[in-house]
């Protein structure tokens, strides 16, 4: 959207066990407004290519009990693993780390939610219970990343339905939506049942 600002503030090399990525850093902003969004794009290979496939993109939204402490009551690190599995098999694609925790409410917010969910509440009846609506991510910043990247057309990695509107509102071409479905678990089956009926999430 021509509303937020987007900066590139740095970029190098980031080896990985999946692989060599670049890393680039952005701030984003609307006009304004205090808040200052932040956001990482790991990037592999050629990915503004106009012809052969498009390259994979993850959109991936930062979990820190789930991608950093292995938290069993969500699916985001076997996520986030899956894709840079996938995105190094093809040996070109695209992750983009959002700092939007918990659904955009923030950590501390998330954690007691997560009491809240302890006493029988699902995720999303413990965001309203708390004030917050079920979702706030606007998934603004995605669609001017892949711009300033040079990105035009992508193969969304993907089981929200509100990520693939946000790119193809911005003018990102969508040639297709590839599922990012990971194993449930005992954990996490209930978190993955609210997401698919009240969320929208496609699961097959």
Not at 6 to 11: V, W
Not at 93 to 118: H, P, S
Not at 162 to 169: A, E, P
Request: hydrophobic content about 35%.
């Amino acid at each position: 959207m021509s509303s937020f600002v987007l900066t590139k503030k740095a970029e190098a090399e980031l080896p990985t066990q999946w692989g060599v990525f670049r890393i680039h850093g952005f701030e984003g902003s609307v006009p304004g407004e205090p808040r200052v969004d932040t956001a990482v794009a790991l990037v592999m290979g050629d990915v503004t290519s106009t012809t052969g496939t498009a390259p994979l993109l993850r959109i991936h939204s930062q979990c820190l009990t789930g991608d950093v402490l292995g938290s069993l009551r969500c699916d985001c690190r076997q996520q986030l693993e899956k894709a840079m599995s996938m995105i190094a098999e093809e040996g070109k694609g695209i992750l983009i780390y959002e700092q939007q925790e918990g659904r955009g409410i923030g950590l501390m917010a998330k954690l007691q939610a997560y009491a809240l969910q302890d006493q029988g509440r699902d995720t999303v009846q413990a965001n309203e219970d708390l004030g917050y609506e079920a979702d706030l991510r606007l998934f603004q910043m995605p669609a001017e990343i892949l711009k300033q990247l040079g990105v035009k057309r992508v193969r969304l990695l993907s089981n929200n339905p509100q990520k693939l509107q946000s790119l193809v509102s911005a003018g990102i071409e969508v040639t297709e939506r590839v599922p990012c479905e990971v194993e449930p678990h005992s954990f996490s089956k209930d978190y993955l049942k609210t997401k698919k009926e009240k969320m929208g999430h496609l699961f097959s």
